[in-house]
């Protein structure tokens, strides 16, 4: 079995050398399309510091799990903001201030770690306020579709990268939050690959799992308490969960002309996976005290 310094050692090893490989060949032929574009590899680095910085400040227990929730805080607040600026119709000042209000609120019930007040606090209460926000009250007739863009950004931004976080409050939560992390970027490269043909892409989101299965195995036994069934398992429902984020984020931000490379590229799959394997890891009565 790899332990957690060989596995994070190899992780590293080919971030570095991925980077410097796009960045020499960007230099020697500008024109050429990269295999993983150079904005992905700054995403990926960004998590890497967040990851470094959210294990620093765990070994200080007098400050407990705030500088990490804060930092996801932020991540929620830059993409909701990223999706705001794109919209035909920007939400008002009103509408806007009860967002950013919503992301301050969901991540203090991640902190004293209420659960259920965190999976009702957005999917109901904010969803039964938005209706008889002043957001909406100037125009009736696109009330249904302004409403449905606000809430689909909570969901995504805030309450589903939220649950990333909520994993932190778990025994081994920053290994359980870099398992996810580790299944979810490497589905990804693997389906960033294989989408430059069209073969590639009908077949990116099996092999995509596949992937996600086989690193499951791997990074699972250091990383988590999972059994063995349980572990392919979570490689499986992660490989399909990533795939349908991909799509569902990638082509919002298509249609809204959001540029790759923002805070939307650190999410866009993570926000589907952290859910799922969240509720997954409660369901099945593993250690959350």
């Excluded at 805080?73 to 990223?82: D, F, G, K, N, P």
């Amino acid at each position: 079995m790899l332990s957690k310094t060989q596995i994070l050692t190899v992780v590293g090893l080919g971030l570095i050398l991925g980077t410097v490989i796009t960045g020499a060949l960007r230099q020697r032929n500008p024109d050429r399309v990269p295999l993983i574009p150079m904005q992905r590899f700054r995403a990926w680095w960004l998590m890497v510091v967040g990851l470094i910085l959210a294990h620093i400040f765990a070994s200080y227990t007098e400050h407990g799990p705030i500088p990490q929730v804060v930092s996801f805080a932020i991540l929620s607040t830059l993409a909701m903001r990223e999706f705001f600026k794109h919209l035909d119709n920007p939400p008002t000042g009103h509408t806007k201030l009860a967002c950013y209000l919503s992301v301050i609120a969901q991540y203090y019930w991640v902190y004293i770690n209420w659960y259920g007040f965190f999976l009702v606090f957005i999917p109901v209460f904010i969803f039964l306020y938005l209706p008889v926000s002043d957001r909406f009250q100037r125009n009736s007739r696109g009330a249904l579709l302004e409403m449905a863009s606000i809430h689909w950004i909570l969901m995504t931004c805030v309450f589903c990268l939220s649950h990333a976080a909520f994993l932190l409050d778990y025994p081994g939560g920053q290994g359980l939050l870099l398992f996810v992390v580790l299944l979810t970027e490497v589905a990804d490269v693997v389906r960033m690959l294989l989408s430059r043909n069209e073969v590639g892409r009908k077949l990116s989101p099996l092999l995509s799992s596949a992937s996600a299965i086989g690193v499951a195995l791997l990074v699972g036994p250091a990383f988590t308490p999972l059994t063995l069934h349980h572990t392919l398992l979570a490689g499986l429902v992660i490989g399909v969960a990533g795939s349908i984020g991909h799509l569902n984020v990638a082509s919002i931000s298509e249609s809204l002309n959001i540029k790759p490379g923002g805070p939307l590229a650190r999410i866009e799959s993570l926000a589907y996976t952290a859910p799922i394997f969240l509720h997954g890891y409660r369901y099945f009565d593993y250690p959350i005290d």
